[in-house]
């Protein structure tokens, strides 16, 4: 990914492309996820503005009970072993029935590497009530 020459110029913040892990959910689906800092021109945006693409609210995954985690690893891998119940995540929030394609975060995250960094970092959308979640996308944040 950083190895050779791209024409794609760099929109800043970070982004991440999150997969469905559904079996019967169409393999081309993806949801971009921006994240980005921009200097605050009102209370409201303080902390960091999400964006998201391709969430489409008659869509299965953008119901009321999703919300995002922003795990502590960055390996895809873990989240067929790990329990949801066990999750101590790095940062979440919940998408509640909002179906906005941008949140306003309270919280104002460093779009690094590090560690307070996102970077590199699992994300994961999840489905259902917190007894009963369940992952439905996932991918990696990276640079964007």
Do not use: Y
Not at 14 to 19: F, H
Not at 20 to 43: G, H
Request: aromatic content about 4%; proline content about 3%; hydrophobic content about 30%.
């Amino acid at each position: 990914m950083c190895n050779g020459h791209s024409t794609r110029v760099s929109q800043g913040g970070s982004i991440a492309v999150l997969r469905p892990t559904l079996q019967k959910a169409d393999s081309e689906t993806e949801i971009r996820v921006l994240f980005s800092n921009s200097p605050p021109t009102s209370v409201d945006q303080i902390g960091t503005q999400v964006q998201f693409h391709g969430l489409d609210p008659s869509d299965t995954l953008s119901s009321n009970e999703h919300r995002l985690v922003i795990h502590r690893d960055g390996n895809l891998e873990t989240s067929n072993t790990q329990s949801l119940s066990s999750i101590d995540p790095f940062f979440s929030f919940t998408l509640g029935d909002r179906h906005d394609s941008v949140v306003n975060l309270s919280r104002r995250l460093e779009l690094g590497v590090g560690e307070k960094g996102i970077i590199g970092r699992r994300i994961s959308m999840l489905a259902g009530s917190r007894k009963g979640e369940r992952v439905v996308a996932e991918g990696i944040i990276g640079w964007n």
